[in-house]
């Protein structure tokens, strides 16, 4: 289990930072918690984890970059 930061979200995957490096086409579990105030609609509250692939990962300082795409499209 890993602490991210989401950096952007859509209906189709969300762009992530992580403080390890993944390994690319592994599917990972996301757990979103509920939106705040400034967030899109896009995430309903109570959101179930949701499956995605690693696509993509670019090392930057102490985090990795890491774009996700969804096993099935949210919203």
Same mark, same amino acid.
């Given at each position: #289990?890993?602490?991210?930061? %989401?950096?952007?979200?859509?209906?189709?995957?969300?762009?992530? %930072?992580?403080?390890?490096?993944?390994?690319?086409?592994?599917?990972?579990? *996301?757990?979103?918690?509920?939106?705040?105030?400034?967030?899109?609609?896009?995430?309903?509250?109570? #959101?179930?984890?949701? &499956?995605?692939?690693?696509?993509? &990962? &670019?090392?930057?300082?102490?985090?990795?970059?890491?774009?996700?795409?969804? *096993?099935?499209?949210?919203?």
């Amino acid at each position: #289990m890993e602490l991210a930061k %989401t950096l952007d979200v859509s209906a189709l995957g969300a762009f992530v %930072t992580c403080p390890r490096p993944l390994v690319l086409n592994d599917i990972v579990t *996301l757990t979103i918690p509920a939106p705040s105030i400034t967030s899109t609609a896009l995430v309903p509250a109570g #959101m179930p984890p949701i &499956q995605a692939r690693v696509k993509r &990962q &670019q090392e930057a300082g102490d985090v990795y970059l890491i774009g996700v795409e969804f *096993l099935k499209p949210i919203g």
